[in-house]
T-cell receptor, first 110, second 114 residues
Framework: GENVEQHPSTLSVQEGDSAVIKCTYS??????FPWYKQELGKRPQLIID?????GEKKDQRIAVTLNKTAKHFSLHITETQPEDSAVYFC?????????FGKGTKLSVIP | EPEVTQTPSHQVTQMGQEVILRCVPI?????FYWYRQILGQKVEFLVS????????KSEIFDDQFSVERPDGSNFTLKIRSTKLEDSAMYFC????????????FGNGTRLTVT
């Protein structure tokens, strides 16, 4: 089955700096790669996703890149704000299930 | 914006008891899921459901677990004879399409087995 590795597990950045979270996946058949933000005690919320026919996608301060050959994808957050502090999960899917990474706890220091 | 709703938000049960977690998926979605998140850990897939049958399940989803769509709106997860290690947040999710379609999660049910 699919295996998703996510790094780093924790990340602290100064407000206004950029944050980058990286994930790798194992199943070359995976074709959908969403990113979820989870605040403490709340549900995961989709923030951006990318499909395998696209190499990069951007939505305001958030961007995701995908390298199918290397089987890795990354989340980039620019101009970070304190409200970006949360746990971020990457995921990969090729069929009925999403396989999640272990999460990155992002702390944005004011 | 339509949401996935789950009840109850918290459930405390004694070891060995049966629990039923309830979910109302988004009305026009066709695929339904249950995921589990043990405190501080990643979200883990349990089961997917389409056209009134299980389409895929993980190793976690053993004979202790079952799912049902008893009517046109509800989607339930039953855990028989609960164990301490079943304590977790259980998230229901739904999607319009299969595979590369966004999953919409409910707010979860926190299950505590004592």
């Amino acid at each position: 089955g699919e295996n998703v590795e996510q790094h780093p597990s924790t990340l602290s950045v100064q407000e206004g700096d950029s944050a980058v979270i990286k994930c790798t996946y194992s199943d070359s058949a995976s074709n959908y790669f969403p990113w979820y933000k989870q605040e403490l005690g709340k549900r995961p919320q989709l923030i951006i996703d990318i499909r395998s026919n696209v190499g990069e996608k951007k939505d305001q301060r958030i961007a995701v890149t995908l390298n199918k050959t290397a089987k890795h994808f990354s989340l980039h957050i620019t101009e970070t704000q304190p409200e970006d502090s949360a746990v971020y999960f990457c995921a990969a899917s090729g069929s009925y299930q999403l396989t999640f990474g272990k999460g990155t706890k992002l702390s944005v220091i004011p | 914006e339509p949401e996935v709703t789950q009840t109850p938000s918290h459930q405390v049960t004694q070891m060995g008891q049966e629990v039923i977690l309830r979910c109302v998926p988004i009305s026009n979605h066709l695929y339904f899921y249950w995921y589990r998140q043990i405190l501080g850990q990643k979200v883990e897939f349990l089961v997917s459901f389409y056209n009134n049958e299980i389409s895929e399940k993980s190793e976690i989803f053993d004979d202790q677990f079952s799912v049902e769509r008893p009517d046109g709106s509800n989607f339930t997860l039953k855990i028989r004879s609960t164990k301490l290690e079943d304590s977790a947040m259980y998230f229901c999710a739904s999607s319009l399409l299969l595979s590369n379609s966004p999953l919409h999660f409910g707010n979860g049910t926190r299950l505590t087995v004592t």
